[in-house]
């Protein structure tokens, strides 16, 4: 039998993402449904001890239990900190229906990159959700690099961040939301 996943193993790399009420997924405000575990408690966590639902678990816990929560397929996340790559969960992405990753300060954008790699390499097609400490001027960026979910930090209404998101018509550069750069989308015009 596995040993319980000891959350202090891991420590935070800075503020731990909050679990907002309500969140914006593909461009409207909903009610969250996912309970999002913080990383650092002394609490052991098993399989037999997480409360039902939907839960967001660390890539650290998620990895310690995750052959003994293979019949919870559908209701179990996983979330990365910014020091963890979406290498490290590679080829299972496909088995989960919602990946986060966490962005301690604003500054540090290491989950603009594990959002691409999870798309584009890994072929993720499940929830993306950005949770910490991103700014509205950073939702326009995020989306382009694949996340579809966002649980905003903040004081300010998500029904004014969803007029953020729609900021740029265009854009040059190639990303998960447009594969063509504007050059070849002009030829092909």
Same mark, same amino acid.
């Given at each position: ?6 959350? /202090? ?38 399989? /037999? ?10 890539? /650290? ?102 007029? /953020? ?25």
């Amino acid at each position: 039998m596995p040993k319980p996943a000891n959350l /202090s193993a891991k420590k935070p790399v800075g503020a731990q993402p909050e679990n907002p009420a309500q969140l914006i997924v593909d461009g409207a405000v909903v009610e969250n449904e996912w309970n999002l575990l913080p990383l650092g408690g002394d609490e052991e966590i098993s399989a /037999s001890s997480l409360a039902p639902g939907k839960v967001i678990l660390p890539l /650290s816990v998620w990895l310690a239990l995750r052959e003994d929560l293979q019949g919870r397929k559908d209701e179990i996340g996983v979330w990365l900190d910014s020091d963890e790559t979406a290498d490290l969960i590679g080829e299972y992405a496909a088995e989960l229906p919602l990946i986060a990753a966490n962005f301690p300060a604003f500054t540090d954008g290491r989950g603009f990159t594990a959002a691409r790699l999870l798309r584009q390499r890994y072929g993720f097609k499940g929830e993306l959700r950005a949770v910490g400490n991103f700014i509205r001027d950073q939702l326009t960026y995020l989306k382009r690099c694949g996340f579809n979910s966002f649980a905003f930090q903040g004081e300010q209404p998500l029904q004014g961040l969803l007029a /953020s998101m729609q900021d740029f018509t265009d854009s040059y550069q190639t990303a998960v939301d447009q594969p063509l750069p504007i050059y070849r989308r002009r030829a092909l015009a």
